[in-house]
């Protein structure tokens, strides 16, 4: 499994761990190391909390490039520039700086933190596989009656601004509002925006340096690939999955085809660009946040994240520092979980002002049959434009029995790069396992057709429910079962053969939705009290926006590189949520991002399309660490009865509980008087006004733990709630107030629950608390780590 961060350091050599003790506290805690030579100077980020609106940018600029010019020795000014500079919404810069230097700054008044600039990752899939979509939700109706005035910002690999999903036909006016801009670059024009796309910022990752202003020659670095266009496909996707423009007829080479649509249709356009193919740096993913939350979008979508083994705390991590401030000043952000699934503790994003998604597949997948030579038909999972027919029939094969000479048989079996004879596999149809997680399917693909074989069958339980495009090489994945059949038939005769066929939907595929395989699971490896993920959205066979596909060997024989890409992965389902997100405030321009939020978790469905509950790929029913509260509902979303509002002052009193010291957060948020609660402890987390509960330590016997919430009325004005309870086996839930009444819209009231893990067996359950009026069911979900 993928270890916490806590355990990871457990797991580590003693030699290694001091070390790392060491960096941490270097880069921390102690302003006063003694200097190392020969260090080599890296990229950080220096974070210095927030900042009241309209400051001075310039004289904050020249007070940062004055700190780096006090600890960074005379004789290398040339380093005393800012890379990038925050100054909207947050303040700090990022710079070269050596570990001395960075663990000098980290002493410095009003520095919150100094941490290395690493590189984040896109969460597509692992394997770079492909899928198919279903991305439009709510009724056209409604989204004919919502406004054109929300803005969803995309931090990603940029656009592809001719796809038809960007088409403005119908927007009204951009709003007045939006203070953005349009950057011309490499094949980018300005032109190339408008009204449904409004914004396209990009950044290289060493933008133009910041230096001093004595310095006159102010040299240029130019990156002759600088522009908002999207060389990698991966930003175009997320975007038309928010809010593209519906394409009659799109299709993946005649695979899908149907309409392709956002979640948003009418919702605007604002494009980042703080990625490419490798990645995207921590001190650009901020700036962008700090670009977006000045530019006035409503919602950021982010489907990127760390590492889950190398998580960091919060306030040294871009993307929660960001979305702290953007929630600050009511925008909401909405990350992808990650995709390290199946393992626990593997979510990543999990701060509680992050709306965090898992992914689930959708009804439709794509099937590839395989004939066996005795007649039968099996049915595979694949995007494969195999042009094999049922009349041709190729010699059959288990890899184990056609290795090269002194291979291992396992590698054999897991065609691992190398282990095949040739000779014992051109022409054949070759049979692998999944076994060895190290060999992906792309590259047993390869192998096989390295090996001249006519196609490949795989057998892998975990992934065939999540369709790998091999392009023109018949292949096709089935699950242990299947799999059986088809050695025991490859047992049951001399000669055994079977051939391949191409792809096709399968639609109206039951169970859906499921949760995905690689879906990141919590709960969160910083903190167990807040429940994470939040919801879970559509991530696997994702049909939506690409750029057309520039790797030849990609495209089937004679066909056109596709202007759509089915693709999976936490990256897809995050922009379902930022587009549900998005028409959630086009009618309620006025909610808050946590009231958004809150409407989501509450109104999520917890069955699926069989009327059962929600399972993961496995067959086991899902729990709240798998799916967050479910899958999302946008259009229940939209009328949830009660919320429950997450404030400020709320994210403030987690940092303190978290163990923050209270003059750090003060830093945080400028201008205010906070102070922490007394005696701040980790299990009063519990008690954020969150609409799920988690409660990490219930010790037997001797405790019974309270949690308090408050919900705010949004339906109609008299109504009555009552609460029902599902409670696990062995833990004694009780309500009180079992009955709320309200007489005004906006109206509070607050209830608390206690939970009694008498009999409870060790480890987490789940339960939920639902209140219900007749006409709104919020539920109110827990997760309970009896010990
Ligand atoms: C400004 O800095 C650049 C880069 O370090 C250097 O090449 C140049 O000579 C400096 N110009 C002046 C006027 O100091
Ligand atoms: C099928 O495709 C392969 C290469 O992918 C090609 O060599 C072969 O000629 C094709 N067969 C037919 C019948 O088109
Ligand atoms: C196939 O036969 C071999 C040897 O007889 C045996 O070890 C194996 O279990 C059989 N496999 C199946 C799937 O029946
Ligand atoms: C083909 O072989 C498999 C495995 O032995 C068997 O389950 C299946 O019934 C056979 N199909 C036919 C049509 O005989
Ligand atoms: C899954 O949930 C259903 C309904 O709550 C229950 O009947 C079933 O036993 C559960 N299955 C497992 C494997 O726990
Ligand atoms: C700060 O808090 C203290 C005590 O709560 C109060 O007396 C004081 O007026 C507050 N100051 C500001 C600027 O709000
Ligand atoms: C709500 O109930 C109160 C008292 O029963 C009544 O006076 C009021 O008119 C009602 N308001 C609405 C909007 O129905």
């Known amino acids: 499994m993928h270890p916490s961060p806590a355990r990871a350091t457990l797991i580590l050599s003693s030699a290694m761990a001091a070390l790392l003790l060491q960096l941490l506290f270097l880069v921390l805690t102690s302003p006063s190391v003694s200097a190392i030579s020969n260090q080599a100077p890296e990229p950080y980020v220096v974070y210095m909390g927030g900042i009241p609106e309209g400051g001075d940018q310039e004289a904050l600029q020249a007070s940062h490039l004055q700190m780096l010019s006090a600890v960074i020795p005379s004789d290398e000014e040339a380093r005393v520039s800012l890379t990038q500079s925050y100054h909207h919404a947050f303040k700090g810069f990022s710079a070269m700086l050596t570990e001395t230097e960075a663990a000098s700054l980290s002493g410095y008044d009003g520095v919150v933190s100094v941490f290395r600039d690493r590189i984040l990752r896109l969460h597509t899939t692992r394997s770079w596989d492909f899928l198919e979509a279903e991305s439009g939700i709510g009724s056209e109706r409604l989204h004919d009656r919502a406004s054109n005035d929300v803005i969803i910002g995309i931090i990603d690999t940029g656009i592809w601004p001719e796809s038809p999903s960007f088409s403005d036909a119908g927007m009204g006016k951009i709003p007045s509002r939006w203070k953005g801009t349009c950057m011309e670059g490499s094949d980018f024009k300005k032109s190339d925006c408008n009204r449904k796309l409004i914004g396209a910022r990009y950044y290289t990752s060493q933008a133009e340096p910041i230096r001093p202003a004595t310095n006159g020659s102010h040299t240029i670095r130019v990156d002759g690939f600088g522009s908002a266009r999207d060389s990698v496909g991966h930003g175009t996707h997320t975007a038309s999955t928010a809010a593209g423009t519906a394409v009659q007829s799109a299709s993946y080479y005649g695979l899908a085809r149907g309409v392709a649509k956002g979640g948003s249709p009418s919702s605007r356009l604002a494009i980042y660009k ?83 998604v898992a992914a689930s597949s959708i009804d439709r997948t794509f099937q590839s049959q395989i004939v066996l030579g005795n007649g039968s038909i099996m049915k595979g999972f694949a995007i494969s434009f195999s042009n ?17 000479e002194s291979t291992p048989v396992s590698e054999a079996s897991n065609c691992y790069p190398g282990s095949f004879d040739a000779d014992k596999t051109s022409g054949k149809i070759i049979v692998c396992v999944g076994t060895d997680p190290t060999v992906t399917r792309r590259v047993k693909k390869l192998v096989a057709q390295g090996a001249g074989a006519k196609g490949l069958i795989l057998i892998d339980e975990d ?50 939705p499921v949760v995905a395989y690689f879906s990141a699971r919590g709960p969160g490896g910083l903190t167990e009290a807040i429940l994470k993920p939040d919801v879970m959205a559509p991530g696997v066979s994702i049909v939506a926006a690409s750029i057309p596909s520039s790797d030849i060997g990609d495209v089937p024989a004679g066909k056109k590189p596709s202007s759509f890409a089915i693709k999976s992965g936490t990256s897809m389902a995050c922009p379902h949520v930022a587009g549900a997100a998005a ?38 029913n899902a729990s709240f660490h798998d799916m967050g509260a479910g899958e999302i509902s946008p259009l229940r979303a939209l009328s949830p009865g009660l919320v429950f509002e997450t404030t400020t002052e709320d994210y403030l009193r987690f940092l303190c509980y978290y163990g923050y010291k209270e003059q750090v957060i003060r830093s945080v948020i400028t201008g205010t008087n906070f102070s922490c609660p007394p005696d701040p402890t980790q299990d009063l987390i519990s008690n954020i006004n969150y609409p799920s509960i988690s409660v990490a330590k219930l010790e037997g016997k001797q405790t019974v733990v309270k949690v308090s919430r408050t919900v705010t009325n949004v339906g109609p004005a008299n109504s009555t709630y009552t609460a029902a309870v599902d409670a696990p086996s062995g833990i004694v839930v009780k309500v009180s107030p079992e009955r709320l009444a309200f007489t005004k819209r906006w109206m509070r009231a607050s209830y608390e629950v206690s939970f009694d893990a008498k009999d409870a067996s060790r480890g987490y359950c789940y339960g939920s608390i639902t209140w219900s009026d007749g006409a709104h069911t919020v539920r109110n979900g827990f997760a309970v780590n009896a010990m």
């Open 274 to 356: 703080a990625c490419s193919l490798g990645g995207c740096a921590s001190s650009t993913v901020l700036k962008a946040i700090d670009d977006a939350i000045d530019d006035g979008v409503d919602v950021i979508s982010i489907s990127i994240g760390m590492s889950s083994a190398f998580q960091t705390d919060f306030l040294s991590d871009p993307i929660a520092i960001g979305a702290f401030h953007a929630n600050q000043r009511g925008v909401m952000v909405v990350c992808s979980g990650g995709n390290d699934g199946p393992d626990p503790y593997t979510v990543v994003n999990s701060a509680p002002w992050i709306l965090t």
């Open 388 to 404: 094999l027919s049922s009349s041709e029939s190729f010699p059959l094969v288990f890899g184990r029995d056609v290795a090269a």
């Open 463 to 512: 992934e065939k429910g999540v369709p790998f495009d091999s392009g023109s090489f018949p292949f096709s994945e089935v699950g242990n079962d299947v799999g059986a059949q088809i050695l025991e038939y490859m047992n049951s005769t001399k000669k055994p053969s079977a051939v391949i066929l191409p792809a096709e939907d399968a639609k109206e595929f039951k169970p859906a």
């Open 583 to 620: 028409f959630i405030k086009s009618s309620h321009p006025r909610w808050s991002p946590s009231m958004i939020r809150s409407a989501l978790v509450t109104t999520a469905t917890m069955t699926n399309n069989l009327g059962k509950p929600l399972t993961s790929n496995s067959g086991a």
